[in-house]
């Protein structure tokens, strides 16, 4: 399939998207003169109305195809970071195990305790703030997904179909 066209995922449905988006907003804007077009002695003959509709068509397709493939998407990474979460929640609940049992041993000199104690505050600390950077990160990836890669091609896809689509070009195409 033509590269620009593929629709295997959702970077590739929203660059469809965006193709056919720009070429019905191109095909609305040409100016077409009567007559044919004459090409090695065969002469076409091209009617906006009926490019329009064919764009309008695909429009509607790869807007669909871009919907199931953001939700598709969406469920995904949330299953993921499901996934990710216990992960993290197992090696934390070792590790607090492994803190149990350390503590369960005597020490054997003072400077043994407070060198523990040290290093077990900086850990609870940078385990946090790491908890903390992690999600402000999240919070940023939800915002650049929604923004960039799902609204803003479906509102150029919109610009599009209320610029030049045309719905009874498009059934005039099919039927």
Known sequence: ???????????????????????LI?????????????????KFA???????????VF????????ILRAVEFSF???LDTLKRQLEEYKVRQEQEYKEVNSLRTLY???EEMESDYERRSFTDFHRSHTHQVTNWLYAVKRVIFLTIDLILPLAIAS???IKGGSVAG?????F
């Open 1 to 23: 399939m033509y590269p620009l066209l593929d629709h295997d995922d959702l970077q590739k449905s929203r660059k469809a998207l965006l193709a056919t988006s720009a070429l």
């Open 26 to 42: 191109v095909l609305h804007e040409l100016k077409f003169s009567a007559g044919a077009i004459d090409v090695g002695g065969l």
């Open 46 to 56: 091209l009617d906006q109305g009926v490019l329009v509709g064919f764009a309008t």
């Open 59 to 66: 429009l509607f397709y790869f807007g669909y195809v871009f």
């Open 76 to 78: 995904s990474t949330r």
């Open 108 to 110: 054997n000199s003072t």
């Open 159 to 161: 610009l599009a179909f």
């Open 170 to 174: 498009a059934i005039a195409f099919l």
